[in-house]
Structures are given as C-alpha cells and as structure tokens.
C-alpha cells in the first residue's frame, strides 16, 4: 500500500464540480480509498487569457502500480469531458500525481515527484494542508522550504 497525492485542477466546466467529481471517481479506482482531500484554492492560469483554475490536492491509499494510477487518472479526465488540444491549454479537468510513497519515478509517460509541483503555490499549500510540517518529498527535499520559495501570492482558499 503507498500514499499517494494527486494533484486536482480545472479551469472549464464549472471547476468545483469537476473537483468534486474527480474526487468521487478517485475514491472509484479499484484498489484505492481516498484518505483526505485538501480544501480548493482559485488562482490566476499560468498561462494569459485562460479562465482562472481551481486546484486541489487528494492523498490516496493504493496498491495500484505507478502506470496502472496513471491510466486510471487519465481515464478519468476523458470520462469527464478533457479533450487534449494544446499542451498548457484549458481543461476540465487534470490530474497529476504529484508524489507516489517515497518513489522516483523518471521515464518518458511520468515523472515523480511531479516535474514542475516545487514552483506552483497552487500545488503546494494544498498538500501542506495534508502532510506533517517535516515532511520531505521522495527526492529528499523538504516541503517547508519549498514552501518557502514560493510564497502565498495570487491564491485565493475557497
Ligand atoms: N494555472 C493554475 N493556476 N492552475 C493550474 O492547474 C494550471 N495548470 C496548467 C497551466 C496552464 C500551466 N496553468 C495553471 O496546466
């Protein structure tokens, strides 16, 4: 069994819906229970002329295998209506595992800890939210001090 945080966001569609959706159909996933869910926070999108985003973050407790978590995430996001056009546009919804146990996870389908996860508040206030203060990703760093570097600017906690 691991914890594992996935990262929540959506920007079309009625965005809480769609969270509120994600989540129901993460608790669905064979093998896997949702062990908390974060509050929604709502931020600008990083990239201009999008609608705002709202982000959350879930931690579950699977035995699913990284790739198996990986379909079944973006089985979901087509169940609920993502088309993907363009790389960075916007969706109604898209899941992202952020951390998988203590895993480095580095081949082409995914990479864990998440790629970019260490420069978005709207990633990391939520987890804090569900992990200790002394918590340290799977690639040693600690989430205070990234935390730290990225400051609570532009987000709003819903
Ligand atoms: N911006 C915000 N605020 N939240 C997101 O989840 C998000 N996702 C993206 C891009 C377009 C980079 N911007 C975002 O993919």
């Not at 809480?16 to 993460?26: I, W, Y």
């Amino acid at each position: 069994m691991e914890r594992v945080y996935i990262g929540l966001g959506s920007n079309l569609d009625e965005p809480q819906e769609q969270l509120h959706s994600a989540v129901e159909a993460l608790g669905q996933l064979p093998a896997t229970t949702v062990a908390a869910v974060s509050a929604f926070y709502s931020s600008e999108s990083l990239s201009p002329g999008q609608p705002r985003y709202t982000n959350a973050v879930a931690a579950l407790d699977t035995t699913l295998a990284p790739l198996e978590l990986l379909d079944g995430l973006q089985a979901i996001e087509t169940a609920q209506g993502r088309v993907r056009l363009e790389r960075w546009g916007p969706r109604t919804l898209d899941l992202d595992i952020l951390l998988y146990g203590d895993q480095v996870i580095d081949i082409p389908r995914l990479k864990v800890p998440h790629y970019h996860m260490q420069a978005r508040p709207f990633v990391l206030y939520p987890l804090a939210e569900l992990v200790a203060e002394d918590f340290v990703l799977a690639d040693r760093r600690r989430l205070a001090q990234l935390l730290a570097d990225c400051p609570f600017v532009g987000l709003e906690r819903l």
